[in-house]
């Protein structure tokens, strides 16, 4: 088993975690080869003679290596270093080790979906990226560039509580906040015009925390949840929120939902997308399910 550790994962407390992590791994006779990439461009040289690779890190570090090992006959596992760790949801104690989740059980490792985006850059170039969790654009999203930068106050709030960072950054994006315009295709459909909040395209339903969607979507099911904030004020969003913390968002006042394989978004203008956590900005996105197409660790 490859353990690829990033030790700057959570607001750089990855480096302690792994170090209570490895002890507890050697202490139970777990054999392993743990190695420390320069970062995700690094990651294709070390994959050669593995069958089984571990992200040990926060989201961002799963979902980097999943898009390193797509397309090749490997198992994907991970530790939980990061400060969200959305994939390790639910929690389960039978999967803690040092007080971190983790999925290493190669053994009983299941077939799961995985979502393939195309995404189109406001330069015209074209990128192709995998995720597990989710995508998004419009308040979430934001929300996550924002909670990825290096704003003082955030990284403060970060190394003592990653719920009021998170908040913090909910609520610095609630006063950016401002509808967005895009056109939204699904399987194939005539393209429909929105206005937006925010879109989330699920695989997984836990996403920024403590918060979950209830719209059915499973690993394995084929398919994605597709949800809509419509354009929503201040208080609208703060209730979405609250509600979103207690795992609930269908029927909500102004939300939607749909499910599907295939979905097209249009901006109006080029903006922030998050995949997994990660954001990058673009013009248009092309999502679909490669369904059962990656063994994951239990």
Known sequence: MLILVNP???AGRGAERWAQVERELRARGVAFEARFPAGPRDLPRHLDGHRTVVAAGGDGTVNAVLNAIMGRD??????????????????ALERMMAG???????????LADVGKAVLHGPDGGRTTRYFLLNA???????????????????LWLKRRSVEAAILY???????????????????????????A???????RVHFAGAMRY?????????LFAVNLWEP????????????????????????????????????????????DGEVTTVARAELEVVPRALRVCS
Request: aromatic share 8%.
């Open 8 to 10: 700057l994962a959570n």
């Open 74 to 91: 490997l198992t994907l596992g991970a530790i939980g270093l990061g400060s969200s760790n959305d994939f390790h949801k639910p929690l």
């Open 100 to 110: 971190v989740p983790a999925r290493i059980d190669a053994g009983r490792a299941r």
């Open 136 to 154: 998004s654009l419009g308040f979430v999203a934001e929300g996550n560039a924002f909670f990825n930068s290096e704003e003082s106050l955030l």
């Open 169 to 195: 950054a909910a609520l610095v994006n609630l006063w950016r906040l401002r509808p967005l315009r895009l056109s939204l295709g699904l399987d194939g459909s005539s393209p429909e015009d929105l206005s």
């Open 197 to 203: 909040s925010s879109l989330g395209v699920l695989k």
């Open 214 to 222: 209830d719209t059915p979507v499973a690993p394995d099911d084929g």
């Open 232 to 275: 929503m004020g201040r208080g609208g969003i703060l209730r979405t929120l609250f509600h979103l913390y207690r795992g609930r968002f269908q029927g909500l006042p102004r939300t939607r939902s749909w499910r599907a394989k295939r979905v097209e978004l249009v901006p109006e203008r080029p903006v922030p997308f998050e995949l």
